[in-house]
């Protein structure tokens, strides 16, 4: 069982281009989740999914776009990526979205905007 | 607003000097506490989640315990390998999405 998946690992992308990330998790998990760490500030969350075909802003939207097509894959995209979006991404799934759920995280990729 | 604070930013130990990580939280409505490590490069890992004031919870050298504004991470005789970030995260009643702290460095020295 992998658990949770992302690729790239890491990416440089020039100001202005489009870029998928993208995350599968094997636990059918119905929520899924992706964050942005950055040096000296917490976990942020940007975009989530409590199931499929359903999804939800979270603290830091602006500039990205989700889909949940199904329960396994859950990709965010930089329509027109800007240097304040380089960060580590983190994609991370739980049961339910409930309150006592726990989160788990794929290892991440690394994006620098040029 | 719901916060999470934690202090230090980063603790150097030697190896085998206990202490204690520290997570002051307000929110409304704990829902839950959840701390987390996280190596360099990879993605946190669960590590415990706390319900309610008092309660306790143990694995290996780490001891997580909860009171109504802050948790606190002990570890006792620690060795390089907890060597790690460790990241403290709160749910309320707002909303369910996890409120994360900042972390703290934990650099143990052998």
């Known amino acids: 069982i992998a658990g949770i998946t992302q690729a790239p690992t890491s990416q440089i992308l020039a100001a202005g281009r489009r870029m998928t990330l993208r995350c599968t998790q094997d636990?059918?998990?119905?929520?899924m989740y992706w964050y942005r760490q950055d040096l000296g500030l917490g976990l942020r969350l940007i975009h989530y999914?409590?199931?499929?075909?359903?999804?939800g802003k979270g603290e830091v939207p602006d500039g990205y776009s989700v889909s949940r097509a199904n329960t396994d894959d859950f990709p965010l995209t930089l329509a027109s990526a800007v240097p304040s979006q380089t960060s580590v991404y983190f994609c991370?799934?739980?049961?339910?979205?409930?309150?006592?759920?726990?989160?788990?995280f794929g290892p991440g990729t690394r994006l620098t905007v040029l | 607003e719901d916060q999470v604070t934690q202090s230090p930013e980063a603790l150097r130990l030697q190896e085998g000097e206990s202490s204690s990580l520290n997570c002051s939280y307000t929110?409304?409505?704990?829902?839950?506490l959840f701390w987390y490590r996280q190596d360099p490069g990879k993605g946190p890992e669960f590590l415990f989640t706390l319900y309610s004031a008092g309660e306790e919870k143990e694995k290996e050298r780490l001891k997580a315990t909860l009171t109504k504004k802050e948790s606190f991470l002990h570890i006792t005789a620690p060795k390089p390998e907890d060597s790690a970030t460790y990241l403290c995260a709160v749910r309320g009643d707002s909303n369910y999405q996890l409120i994360w702290g900042a972390g703290t460095k934990l650099i143990i020295k052998p």
């Open positions: 636990m059918r998990h119905n929520a």
């Open positions: 999914s409590n199931t499929a075909g359903t999804t």
């Open positions: 929110v409304s409505g704990l829902r839950g």
């Open positions: 991370a799934s739980s049961d339910s979205g409930g309150p006592t759920d726990t989160q788990y």
